[in-house]
């Protein structure tokens, strides 16, 4: 099992920017790639960004390529999701997420169903 513990959330203004932290516990070395989802009110989780282990490539949604960046400390076993010039647009709820599954096209590590194990959800709120 792979426990996850997000944080970092809170009230900025447009154009300012937060970090977001996702600590991971458990099985770490069993993790493949790991993942940030945001959720807006009514709506489906929708990726963000992804970090494969192996390699260390980088994958962001368009909406936010050039303004968000995923890292990750393993010696700390943490995961950060650096969020700069923020817009109203990117108020949500933001999900950490670990897969612990190989799949040979990147594509597959956009999709929630390829995570098996997520945090409990930290707010982002972006004001006018």
């Known amino acids: 099992q792979v426990q996850l513990a997000d944080s970092g959330g809170g009230l900025v203004q447009a154009g300012g920017s937060l970090r977001l932290s996702c600590a991971v516990s458990?099985?770490?070395?069993?993790?493949?790639?790991m993942g940030w989802f945001r959720q807006f009110p009514g709506k489906e989780r929708e990726f963000v960004a992804a970090?494969?282990?192996?390699?260390?490539?980088?994958l962001y949604a368009d909406s936010v390529k050039g303004r968000f960046t995923i890292s990750s400390d393993n010696a700390k076993n943490m995961v950060y999701l650096q969020m700069t010039s923020l817009k109203p647009e990117d108020t949500a709820i933001y999900y950490c997420?670990?897969?612990?599954?190989?799949?040979?096209?990147?594509?597959?590590?956009?999709?929630?169903?390829?995570?098996?194990?997520w945090g409990q959800g930290t707010q982002v709120t972006v004001s006018s």
């Open positions: 970090l494969k282990r192996s390699g260390g490539k980088e």
């Open positions: 997420a670990a897969s612990s599954l190989s799949y040979p096209h990147d594509s597959y590590y956009r999709a929630t169903r390829t995570y098996g194990y």
């Open positions: 458990g099985r770490t070395f069993t993790t493949y790639a």
